[in-house]
């Protein structure tokens, strides 16, 4: 059972991301889009952290997070979408989806680290 | 019609664009313009699209799938670690495009905040031959040179659907601390 889940088309980005976290002691699980994630949170409800980027194909990282609150009714899980993207609309959108935070690609563990193993002992 | 003044900030927006996201492991990005797309020769091309009710602003990158390039898009990788196949090697060229055209996308939006960015395709680069059919009001070539010694292109391609004018001054900085996590 995995602590995260780290969702992106680019299988760069899930490696880079994953890997780290994972060299950092904790669980992680990947998944290739939104429809991906939303599977294998039904599958694994114990995940404490989503981390996923917004563009991809077959269901974008907003639309899975809105349908985590609403599908599959987890109000807990914690959000945090990874994204080239920084536009105010989004975030807003995010926001109302329940999303916890965003950050600018590329990622750069260091600055998150700590958060992250917050949320996931939270 | 895009107005010359816009049309150099399209140019300034991409070229530093390239500047910032082609650098892996801080290597130095020089940007120079490529006068003819007949000179490029590389096979394959990552595109991804800005758009708008405006216009679509394709950015294009050509690159070899050579021993060098390889090497270049592999400099992050840890020590010792194994050769990426060449799934892996062409998914980092389009992650790389991806974060290239995700920063043109932020600055495009300070002027155009409706618009919205495409994932990454790679396509044969024979698919430049048919560029002229979208009615292109701005194509632009360049030379990128990697740490002085590689050299890939790019191309910027703006199809306009109405009168476009905005400034971009020389100098361009981004207002977003990028892999910073920002809490809401």
């Known amino acids: 059972m995995a602590q995260i889940l780290v969702v992106d088309d680019s299988s760069t980005v899930r490696d880079e991301v994953a890997g780290f976290l994972k060299r950092h002691g904790l669980d ?28 991809m194909p077959n269901m974008d990282g907003l639309t899975m997070a809105e349908k985590i609150r609403g599908d599959l009714n987890n109000k807990t899980i914690s959000i945090i979408m990874l994204t080239t993207e920084n536009s105010p609309i989004m975030k807003e959108r995010g926001k109302a989806a329940g999303i916890k935070g965003w950050i600018v690609k590329p990622f750069k563990g260091d600055a998150v680290l700590a958060t992250f193993k917050k949320l996931v002992e939270a | 019609m895009i107005t010359d003044r816009a049309k150099a900030s399209f140019d300034r927006l991409l070229l530093s664009s390239l500047k ?37 602003a394709m950015a294009i990158l050509y690159f070899k799938p050579d021993a060098a390039t390889r090497a270049y898009f592999n400099r992050n990788a840890a020590e010792g670690a194994p050769e990426v196949s060449d799934d892996e090697f062409l998914d980092r060229v389009a992650e790389c495009g991806n974060v290239c055209c995700g920063s043109l ?15 990454p395709n790679i396509i044969d680069r024979d698919c430049m031959r048919y560029v002229d059919l979208l009615g292109c009001g ?44 920002e809490m809401f």
């Open chain 2, 105 to 119: 996308n932020r600055d495009l939006g300070r002027y155009f905040p409706h618009v919205g960015m495409s994932t």
């Open chain 1, 28 to 55: 992680v699980a990947t998944a290739v889009d939104g429809k991906d994630g939303l599977a294998q949170l039904r599958s694994d409800p114990k995940v404490k952290l989503v981390v996923s980027d917004v563009n």
């Open chain 2, 20 to 56: 910032s996201g082609m650098s892996f492991g801080g290597a130095s990005v020089a940007v120079e313009p490529a006068a003819s797309l007949e000179k490029i020769k590389e096979k394959k091309i990552v595109v991804l699209t800005v758009s708008s009710y405006l216009f679509r």
């Open chain 2, 138 to 181: 701005l194509l632009r070539h360049y030379k990128i040179v990697l740490e002085g010694q590689l050299t890939m292109y790019a191309s910027l391609c703006v199809a306009d659907y109405g009168t476009i004018d905005f400034h971009v001054d020389q100098t361009i900085e981004e207002d977003v601390d990028t892999g910073e996590l």
